[in-house]
């Protein structure tokens, strides 16, 4: 099973619910933690592009990553931006990023972090390190909740995240308080933890 089963065959019905609120309702509590001067983002998962665009609207230029074809062609065709760029890529090495010899001010992944496994997450967390310049910074979310069926999804736990981080040269910013958060489909069975990690660098060559 691919990280990202599930997603092709409700590409439809999963395109018209990720573009039915905007980036600042689906943020809006952790919209502080985004940067304000323009700066080089990768956005990781990056779905249907709602963040990815919004975010090069704000100024920036941004380096799409989403391995779902109908997210990216949808995005690629409905929503072309000069300053936006996709790619058929993918955690936990991300290869084709690699390729490009970039180092980012800021990477941004939200809900994509649950479909890897232990060791997918070790390698993706390697891989992001050195995907970053030294400060910049990583913002993420944790889903918690139960795991829907035909969809590859582990459970999370952003206190072991957080300590694995630290091995791969991060330090935490900021942390969401589980109960601040709540799903924007107003699933009550689902939560997401957002933290903000910053790269140092010490430690870790
Ligand atoms: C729940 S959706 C979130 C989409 C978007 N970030 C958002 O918040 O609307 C999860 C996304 O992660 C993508 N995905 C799954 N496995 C992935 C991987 N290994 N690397 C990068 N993205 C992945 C899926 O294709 C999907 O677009």
């Given amino acids: ?50 963040d ?25 065709e409905t929503h072309p931006k000069t300053k936006l760029h996709w790619f058929d890529d993918a955690l936990p090495d991300l290869p084709k990023v690699n390729q ?15 479909h890897l496994d232990k060791g997918q997450r070790a390698s993706a967390l390697d891989a992001v390190s050195r995907l970053m310049k030294n400060g910049a910074e990583l913002l993420i979310s944790f889903r918690y909740g139960p ?5 590859r999804m582990f459970a999370v736990n952003v ?3 957080l300590e694995e981080a630290e091995k791969f040269g991060f330090e ?20 997401w933890i957002w933290v903000c990690l910053q790269k140092s660098g010490v430690g870790y060559e």
């Fill in 159 to 161: 206190d072991e995240f």
């Fill in 1 to 50: 099973m691919s990280t990202n089963s599930g997603y092709e065959e409700d590409a439809k019905n999963l395109i018209e619910a990720y573009e039915s609120y905007s980036f600042e309702t689906a943020h809006c509590r952790h919209l502080h933690l985004f940067p304000s001067a323009p700066c080089s983002i990768l956005e990781i998962g990056a779905g249907t592009g709602r």
């Fill in 52 to 76: 990815a665009r919004a975010l090069v609207d704000h100024g920036h230029e941004v380096w799409a990553v989403e391995p779902t074809d109908s997210f990216r062609s949808w995005a690629e």
């Fill in 100 to 114: 490009l010899g970039v180092q980012f001010d800021f990477v941004f992944s939200s809900a994509v972090w649950m």
């Fill in 172 to 191: 935490l910013i900021e942390r969401t308080q589980q109960a601040e958060t709540s799903d924007v489909f107003n699933r009550s069975d689902l939560s």
């Fill in 147 to 151: 795991i829907p069926e035909g969809r």
